[in-house]
């Protein structure tokens, strides 16, 4: 069993911070607040006031939070400096990888692996979310008793950076997918055919997929872009910054992305 300190205990850590304390890790997770606090304590874990608390005496640290800004912003040198050398720092944000980059650059004592999540917090309170890994073989290793804790299947895919270049590409097909779904409901009010047909029925044809199931059970492209535009366009977004820093494109995904987020 591990140490293992977490930031960010949200819709998507809380269920992490579950799994790791239902699986035997000694776990520690930050919270500012007295309710925070007390929320993590009904996961099983020990809540702390303090960052450096996270991570004192940790063989592993996970950041779970929603952007690169808050990242960066919350993972800085004072707390990587409090982690002990030899640690592994895992980060499941789905971002750039010029951020984790970045974090191995502020703390060589540290082995960095980007692990960004493919499901949501049903699939992590499951045990089955996919986990796109990037690092260190050896650093890949280390992690994996926590990686395991609440991911299935974990994908090692390459070096740092290698996990969030899989996973942007991954939500840039999705949103590609739903464009093409929204572009065939609309051809299919012009031949005078209900979505809710089309939705029903294509399930069962070669044009199957896992984005038409989610519409399907949303009951039209509209409301499944409701639901999940902004967890998509922040991804979508942060993609197309990323290429662009590369010095290339999304081609022929642009118009149909646009068209699955919407605009």
């Known amino acids: 069993m591990m140490r293992v300190g977490v930031i960010g205990a949200g819709r998507m850590g809380a269920p992490m911070v579950r799994r790791l304390a239902e699986a035997g890790h000694q776990v520690r997770v930050l919270g500012r607040t007295e309710e925070k606090r007390r929320a993590v304590a009904e996961l099983g874990a020990t809540p702390v006031a303090d960052a450096a608390q996270v991570a004192d005496g940790a063989e592993a640290v996970v950041i779970c939070l929603f952007t690169d800004e808050q990242v960066r912003t919350v993972v800085d040198t004072a707390l990587l400096a409090a982690v002990p050398a030899g640690a592994v720092l895992i980060v499941h944000t789905t971002g750039s ?60 895919v390459g070096a740092l950076g290698a996990g969030q270049k899989v996973k942007l590409i991954n939500n840039t097909l999705f949103a590609a997918q739903i464009g093409l779904l929204a572009e065939a409901a609309q051809l299919a009010d012009s031949l005078g055919l209900a979505e809710s047909a089309l939705l029903e029925a294509l399930p069962h044809g070669s ?57």
């Open 207 to 263: 044009g199957a997929s896992r984005a038409l199931d989610n519409v399907a059970r949303a009951g039209s492209t509209a409301a499944f872009v409701a639901a999940v535009g902004e967890f998509i366009g922040k991804d979508v977004a942060v993609i197309r910054q990323t290429v662009a820093e590369l010095g290339t494109d999304l081609g022929a995904l642009n118009a149909v992305v646009d068209a699955g987020l919407g605009r």
């Open 97 to 156: 990888p010029r951020t984790v980059e970045h974090l191995r650059a502020l703390a060589p004592h540290l082995d960095v692996v980007d692990a960004p999540v493919s499901g949501g917090p049903h699939d992590i309170a499951a045990g089955q979310v996919t986990l796109f890994v990037g690092g260190p073989d050896d650093a890949v290793r280390r992690a994996q008793p926590v990686l395991t804790a609440y991911g299935s299947p974990v994908l090692h």
